[in-house]
């Protein structure tokens, strides 16, 4: 697609439930990543994929958390269990290669835990 | 000490002055450095790019990176209300992964 296309834009949620955030890149783009963001800070890495490398998990905060790339293109981001301090904006992001040219992000997902 | 470190903000200038922004990072092995603009509910957007010492000029935009001292700015000339944005830093200190600041809010006011 042109751009980087995140679902869904809002997600509130129980505390307690499983939520899943999908990210569609820019087609062709072979990395692709999730930061989150929340409310006034920086960007928080989470995960890593590049082509059909095993992923950087390193950024993952718990093990509630876990996500997966199929096909090379569309990627998932799951969150079990959800707790309040989960609430923040989904960004994910994709690049033609290495991220040497930055990174292209997609417009996020607010997810709100209460 | 942070990976990525911005001047503490907010910062205001008033229209048609310059603005500078400006970043410090760790990882001496550092090759690849960015400035995103992000307006307030929105995602950030790739606004400037620089790989060597020196200065890189787009548009009003002017990028400047020294190596040896692990520093990297943004000089925003003649500003304008619709620049008012937190303006972040990211730098790629390993194979494909950005490292981003903090961010430094910018107001410009008529």
């Known amino acids: 697609g042109a751009g980087v296309s995140q679902s869904p834009s809002n997600k509130v949620t129980e505390k307690g439930k499983d939520v899943e955030l999908r990210c569609d890149p820019i087609s062709g783009h072979t990395a692709l990543y999730w930061y989150r963001q929340s409310l006034g800070q920086g960007l928080e890495f989470l995960i890593y994929?590049?082509?059909?490398?095993?992923?950087?998990k390193s950024g993952l905060p718990s093990d509630r958390f876990s996500a997966e790339r199929t096909g090379g293109s569309v990627s998932t981001l799951t969150i079990q269990r959800t707790q309040q301090e989960d609430s923040a904006v989904y960004l994910c992001?994709?690049?033609?290669?290495?991220?040497?040219?930055?990174?292209?992000f997609g417009s996020g997902t607010r997810l709100t835990v209460v | 000490q942070k990976e990525v470190e911005q001047n503490s903000g907010p910062l205001s200038v008033p229209e048609g002055a310059i603005a500078s922004l400006n970043c410090t990072y760790s990882?001496?092995?550092?090759?690849?450095f960015f400035w995103y603009r992000q307006y307030s509910g929105k995602s950030p957007e790739l606004i400037m790019s620089i790989y060597s010492n020196g200065d890189k000029e787009d548009g009003r935009f002017t990028a400047q990176l020294n190596k040896a001292s692990q520093y990297v700015s943004l000089l925003i000339r003649d500003s304008q209300p619709s620049d008012s944005a937190t303006y972040l830093c990211?730098?790629?200190?390993?194979?494909?992964?950005?490292?981003f600041g903090q961010g430094t809010i910018l107001t410009v006011h008529p």
């Open positions: 992001a994709s690049s033609p290669g290495t991220g040497d040219d930055g990174y292209t």
């Open positions: 990882d001496r092995g550092s090759q690849s």
């Open positions: 990211a730098v790629n200190p390993s194979y494909g992964k950005l490292t």
């Open positions: 994929f590049q082509g059909n490398s095993a992923p950087d």
